[in-house]
Antibody
Framework: QVQLVESGGDLVKPGGSLKLSCAAS????????MSWIRQPPGRGLEWVSY????????YYADSVKGRFTISRDNAKNSLYLQMNSLRAEDSAVYYC??????????????WGQGIPVTVSS | EIVLTQSPGTLSLSPGERATLSCRTS???????LAWYQQKPGQAPRLLIY???SRATGIPDRFSGSESGTHFTLTISRLEPEDFAVYYC??????????FGQGTKVEVK
């Protein structure tokens, strides 16, 4: 069965860095576009970043552009999010999610369980 | 940037009742790019409806989606105890971006 397992969340000081990982299994990872989506405590969902199957095309929300970098390693069935210059408003549960369509640019049919990131001094 | 506005913010209903949730888009969007998710406390969102009206795998037929122009609706025909949750609409738009509504909480009356 499809599984997405995030790791790497932590408490970090403002201005600090963190790298999230998402280990995928149960499907051919290299065939699917992937995304990171976050949810601040008690609030709604916010799309963060998106990556094509080969990693050559990436997109970011304006709120993280220039600070976050999405990447993937298809040989390791893994998705990553490098987060730099972290701010308090980046505190959230971060989910990795699979795009439902192999052509990309649609909806998210599988989600990880989420990993909390807290940015605080 | 397209904005999705969900209403009501909270819906208080009893098991067995019908739930009607609304999602309005600030601009016309293709129905192909509109989805609904369910989220229970402490859990990840689950895809319910995609393409405005197609049920995702394993979703019971009491869940249905429809559209009328910029107005999209999620209907739960008869609420089961496990349906009390928060529901989000989401659209894929140009730029590209993926936008979520602010959510509707369906709670037990």
């Amino acid at each position: 069965q499809v599984q997405l397992v995030e790791s790497g969340g932590d408490l970090v000081k403002p201005g600090g860095s963190l790298k999230l990982s998402c280990a995928a299994s149960g499907f051919t990872f290299s065939d699917y576009y992937m995304s990171w989506i976050r949810q601040p405590p008690g609030r709604g969902l916010e799309w963060v970043s998106y990556i094509s199957t080969t990693g050559t095309t990436v997109y970011y929300a304006d709120s993280v552009k220039g600070r976050f970098t999405i990447s993937r390693d298809n040989a390791k069935n893994s998705l990553y999010l490098q987060m730099n210059s972290l701010r308090a408003e980046d505190s959230a549960v971060y989910y990795c999610a699979r795009d439902k369509s192999r052509d990309g640019y649609s909806h998210f049919d599988y989600w990880g369980q989420g990993i909390p990131v807290t940015v605080s001094s | 940037e397209i904005v999705l506005t969900q209403s009501p913010g909270t819906l208080s209903l009893s098991p067995g009742e019908r739930a009607t949730l609304s999602c309005r888009t600030s601009q016309s969007v293709s129905s192909s790019y509109l989805a609904w998710y369910q989220q229970k406390p402490g859990q990840a969102p689950r895809l319910l409806i995609y393409g405005a009206s197609s049920r995702a795998t394993g979703i019971p037929d009491r869940f249905s989606g429809s559209e009328s122009g910029t107005h999209f609706t999620l209907t739960i025909s008869r609420l089961e105890p496990e349906d009390f949750a928060v529901y989000y609409c989401q659209q894929y738009g140009t730029s590209p971006t993926w936008t979520f509504g602010q959510g509707t909480k369906v709670e037990v009356k």
